[in-house]
């Protein structure tokens, strides 16, 4: 069984995620490729298809929401994603038990006594009436069950009812509370098929991290048996699709500016393919959060953020090490694009010594 290096891992995942280079592809093709990008936080998805696609622009995806090609949901790992629409019909089944797995373990016994039956009955004769946002969905259901919790059913409501987000949500620099509408979903539930997908976008990787993307372990019992086998550095078996390349390790791999939350590196149990251990409390910060991210040599070396002083907008870049004179040139050409994007008005780039 071939052993693949963590350079191999590090510029396959790259390849395959669109950041060796710009790509040319439309924007609903790239969201189908990524499987779908986070987005509990409005922007990082614009930037992370900012990074990956060449010519794009913000009104891009909106467009493609107002049309509902690409549809804002909670799916992966019970989290807010940007997905196309034919993917959300297929994927939302799948991960239906990891939904549920999360509500009981947000609310515990604070749903005590809420009966999904007669409240998801009771919710969707209100959606029928009309998008609607979540607060005022258990506004209403709180008038019908007054002794249930409130937040408990308006979760219980977004793990057992098909629910997307409707326009303005989502939008870029917007800051407008989400309405929801209830969607139809495909009934055939295929685990195989999310794997096949996840592959494509983050292979070659263990059972241990499809789980970890997905939200739920069973999904790695889920392994096609026509997969190819491979091993790591560390001896752990890894699947992947027939046909796929494996990058070499040597390959060139540019400055490359990852947006917030990105599932470049949420995506594997060992995220060391892409995030040395050595840094990862540097990026992995408490309460869930992710910082946005600086690619150097395919491999995390640093963070940025964007921050605002009175009306300058600053695009601020902290490194992990200094720079040579060419990584640090390289550094600002790449940084004036981003804040080409941003409409940021200074690039300050600084390192830890």
């Not at 098909?162 to 309405?179: D, E, F, I, N």
């Amino acid at each position: 069984m071939k052993t693949i290096s963590q350079r191999q891992l590090n510029r396959t995942l790259l390849s395959r995620q669109m950041l060796l280079g710009p790509v040319s592809l439309k924007t609903d093709k790239a969201v189908e490729r990524l499987v779908g990008l986070q987005a509990q936080v409005v922007s990082p998805p614009y930037f992370g298809l900012w990074s990956r696609v060449s010519g794009f622009e913000p009104g891009h995806l909106m467009k493609l929401r107002d049309s509902e090609k690409v549809v804002r949901a909670a799916l992966l790992r019970s989290t807010l994603h940007w997905v196309t629409a034919a993917d959300y019909r297929w994927i939302r089944p799948v991960i239906q038990p990891a939904l549920e797995k999360a509500w009981q373990g947000f609310f515990g016994v604070r749903k005590s006594g809420i009966e999904v039956a007669p409240l998801c009955e009771v919710a969707r004769g209100i959606l029928r009436d009309g998008p609607i946002s979540l607060n005022a969905l258990s506004d209403e259901l709180l008038r019908e069950f007054p002794s249930w919790n409130k937040e408990a059913m308006e979760y219980g409501v977004r793990t057992h009812v098909p629910l997307v987000q409707v326009s303005p949500a989502g939008s870029w620099k917007g800051g407008t509370a989400a309405r929801y509408k209830q969607v139809d979903v495909d009934e055939v539930v295929d685990a195989s098929r999310l794997v096949r997908r996840y592959l494509a976008a983050f292979g070659p990787a263990t059972a241990r991290d499809v789980a970890a993307w997905a939200g739920f372990t069973a999904i790695g019992k889920a392994m096609p048996e026509d997969l190819v086998e491979y091993r790591d550095e560390a001896g752990r078996l890894l699947y992947d699709l027939p046909g796929l390349e494996i990058v070499d390790g040597d390959f060139p791999a540019p400055v490359r500016f990852v947006a917030e939350y990105d599932n470049l590196v949420l995506a594997h149990a060992d995220r060391s393919r892409v995030l040395p251990e050595v840094h990862r409390k540097k990026v992995l910060l408490t309460a869930g959060r992710v910082c946005a991210t600086v690619l150097i040599d395919g491999f995390v070396g640093g963070v940025w953020k964007l921050e605002r002083d009175k009306k300058v907008l600053r695009v601020r870049v902290e490194l992990f090490a200094e720079p040579s004179k060419k990584l640090k040139k390289e550094l600002d050409q790449e940084g004036e694009k981003l804040m080409e994007f941003a409409e940021a008005h200074e690039l300050d780039v600084r390192w830890i010594v």
